[in-house]
């Protein structure tokens, strides 16, 4: 293990860590609202959208992310249709979180009771009210820890985006590997890097799970 090496490397795997923070932060907020529009056709039980909705995530969670980049990433040219890697990669990203949301927004859905939405239509609320007020907070409450473990794992399938030539953190790995054959030095940092990413999003849903659970919501 060199120091001088880590030293020269650091600027090079602090670009490709904002490459991939930037990438992957994207693709989990739209996946969080794909996985949210899909998670209600489903508890709304919306005919036709649901069998469709259905179909993606069964396809979304048992295929591979990197399959899924090929197909977006070499296949929509196919159709005339201009690609970049990084709007690929973040597509591929959503395509694929986007079922795990959904499953974690619609098990968060389901677990409420439905004497509370009865309750609100009682007291005059309408639908969407009801649902605003009453049954989404407390579903995204109990679906915390399956929302933070999902958005560790596509934050951690950012690693495949080197498959489409994005420089991201393990791009940059395997090219200073093939390189200057710095083995021990490239996979430390990407290790340290990795950590330093996922690691605070750890925490932080560690702590919004306590807050929520002491606040009273998803008991």
Not at 20 to 39: D, E, M, N, P
């Amino acid at each position: 293990m060199r120091i001088d090496v880590l030293a020269d490397y650091l600027p090079l795997y602090g670009k490709a860590a904002l490459l991939t923070v930037r990438l992957g932060l994207t693709g989990v907020v739209f996946s969080i609202l794909l996985g949210l529009v899909c998670a209600l056709i489903q508890y709304f039980k919306i005919p036709v959208l649901r069998r469709v909705v259905s179909v993606y995530v069964e396809l979304s969670r048992n295929t591979p992310l990197l399959i899924q980049l090929f197909f977006i990433y070499y296949g929509i040219p196919k159709l005339g249709i201009p690609t970049e890697a990084a709007a690929c990669g973040i597509a591929g990203l959503t395509f694929l979180g986007g079922g795990y949301m959904a499953e974690a927004f619609r098990s968060g859905l389901e677990a409420i009771p439905d004497m509370q939405r009865e309750c609100a239509y009682s007291l005059g609320m309408s639908r969407f009210q009801a649902m605003w007020y009453i049954i989404l907070p407390q579903a995204v409450s109990i679906s915390v820890p399956a929302f933070a473990a999902n958005v560790i794992f596509l934050l951690k399938e950012t690693s495949v985006f080197s498959a489409i030539s994005l420089m991201d953190l393990m791009f940059t790995a395997k090219d200073l590997i093939g390189l200057y054959y710095k083995t021990t030095e490239s996979l430390f940092l990407l290790v340290v890097f990795y950590l330093m990413i996922l690691l605070p999003v750890s925490i932080l849903g560690s702590f919004l799970e306590r807050r929520l659970r002491y606040a009273g919501f998803g008991t």
